[in-house]
């Protein structure tokens, strides 16, 4: 296939999952109160052992395997455009805060290029070396029906497939600025953690003390988060 053709494949498969029909899991739904998903097909993705302790799991991995994950590439800055249609007042802020706090752990790159107001569920078609930046979008049930009722967030990312090798290229990450606004501060930051480690390739796990758990409503990263982390960045060498 041309490069062309890979980007496209991979935007239908985001399109595919935004309609909930999911063969590759790499969106995902999340309900506050605490943090809650709407997915039946939960803990699909195999759980592994952080070395010291908690639990991790993978959004996608690569083709035969079950534990090696999908990843960005850690020598390519990732990107981001930011959507603030609804931002709350400290919206930059808290944003700096996560992204500083995902760089510590994964050792991947982010920067911020910008604001946009393209749809928070739109991806842009294009050759598989022209990456679209990762959007993130301050949104609401209005706007992206899938925030209905208490999901306060989605997130993830789209690979494309090379030679047998899948990579990350882009994503997005949707929050509901109307229930986060209710739920204040520290929570909004606590999901958009969360959905940021949905982007970077990690997926829920059945465990009370990681911030992956789908009811998560812990403050920060729990040690299988951090190994499943670690795992999904790495540094350029
Ligand atoms: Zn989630």
């Not at 022209?130 to 993830?156: C, T």
């Not at 789209?158 to 990350?168: I, K, L, N, P, S």
């Not at 403050?219 to 299988?224: F, V």
């Amino acid at each position: 296939m041309t490069p062309r053709v890979r980007a496209v494949l991979a935007v239908s498969v985001l399109a595919l999952l935004i309609g909930g029909v999911s063969l590759y899991t790499v969106l995902t739904d999340e309900i506050t109160g605490t943090v809650r998903s709407t997915e039946s097909s939960e803990f699909e993705s195999v759980p592994m052992e952080g070395p010291d302790g908690g639990t991790y799991a993978f959004m996608s991995t690569q083709p035969g395997t079950d534990d090696v994950p999908v990843t960005y590439d850690p020598c390519q800055t990732i990107r981001i455009v930011v959507n603030p249609d609804r931002a709350p007042r400290n919206a930059d802020e808290i944003l700096d805060d996560a992204l500083d706090r995902m760089e510590e752990t994964t050792g991947l790159q982010f920067q911020v290029d910008g604001t946009t107001d393209a749809d928070p569920l739109s991806t842009e078609a294009g050759d598989a070396g022209d990456r679209p930046p990762v959007q993130i979008s301050w949104s609401d049930a209005e706007a992206v029906p899938d925030l209905d009722g208490d999901v306060a967030g989605l997130g993830g990312s789209t690979w494309v497939e090379e030679d047998g090798f899948r990579q990350y290229v882009t994503g997005i990450v949707v929050l509901d600025a109307e229930d986060l606004d209710d739920l204040g501060e520290d929570v909004t930051r606590t999901v958009l953690l969360h959905e940021l480690g949905h982007l970077v390739g990690l997926a829920h796990v059945d465990d009370r003390d990681e911030l992956m758990h789908p009811y998560g409503d812990l403050p920060d990263w729990g040690p299988g988060d951090l190994a499943g982390l670690a795992a999904l960045g790495g540094t350029c060498d």
